[in-house]
């Protein structure tokens, strides 16, 4: 199946910083999708992305899916960002999604 | 986007009993599927919850143990049986939403004693 890792493994930055945050993939994928787990453990859904970029806010995402790999950038860092950021992908039609083992984000005030 | 809730939010067991988790859509769905969260882990698929049709399992994951339901297009039920210390963990269901998105409903958080 298709393997996901992501980097770094843990961040921790202060508040107002920027980050970028790495997702790369073993194989083609159809579904491309970046969430944020909060503390309470709910999963956000932050973009559906499986090529080019998108905007939302302070958070933007590109995947460059020839290379296999997809960026999400945090501008202006807020303490309510921390969490841990997953990359999931699916390959085929079965829309089953492989998580990649997160980025533990920790905004300090 | 679909709006997905989970009952129970939170349990406590004690080894060797089942609990059953019910998923409740706001809208017909054709895919739902359930994945578990280990303590500091990421997620995992246990298994797609098809309609009218057995439920798919993942390598590693048997009926037996995960027993799912899916009466109609908007409901399903994952049972935890013979619980051990070892299943304690956070367990989701997602669904498909507006194409290829997958969204979550906010988790059940299971403690087995």
């Known amino acids: 199946g298709i393997q996901v890792e992501q980097s770094p493994p843990d961040l921790i930055l202060q508040e107002g910083a920027n980050s970028t945050l790495r997702c790369n993939f073993s194989?083609?994928?159809?579904?491309l999708q970046w969430f944020h787990q909060n503390p309470w453990g709910q999963l956000i859904n932050l973009f559906y992305?499986?090529?080019g970029t998108k905007q939302n806010g302070r958070l933007s995402a590109t995947t460059v899916a020839t290379e296999r790999y997809s960026l999400l950038y945090i501008s202006s860092s807020q303490t309510t960002d921390s969490g841990v950021y997953f990359c999931?992908?699916?390959?085929?039609?079965?829309?089953?999604?492989?998580f990649g083992k997160g980025t533990l984000l920790t905004v300090n005030p | 986007s679909a709006v997905i809730s989970q009952k129970p939010s939170r349990d406590i067991c004690q080894r060797g009993t089942s609990l059953t988790i019910q998923c409740q859509v706001d809208?017909?769905?054709?895919?739902m599927f359930w994945y578990r969260q280990q303590p500091g882990q990421s997620l995992t698929l246990i298994a797609t919850?098809?309609?009218?049709?057995?439920?798919?399992?993942e390598s590693g994951f048997v009926i037996d143990k995960f027993p799912i339901s899916r009466p109609n297009l908007t409901f399903s039920t994952l049972t935890v049986s013979n619980m051990s210390p070892e299943d304690s963990s956070i367990y989701l269901c997602?669904?498909?939403?507006?194409?290829?998105?997958?969204?979550f409903g906010p988790g059940t958080r299971l403690l087995v004693l």
């Open positions: 992305i499986p090529s």
């Open positions: 999931a992908v699916s390959g085929g039609s079965n829309y089953k999604l492989t």
């Open positions: 194989d083609s994928v159809n579904n």
């Open positions: 997602s669904t498909l939403s507006g194409g290829e998105t997958q969204y």
């Open positions: 919850a098809n309609q009218g049709s057995e439920a798919t399992y």
């Open positions: 809208s017909q769905v054709t895919m």
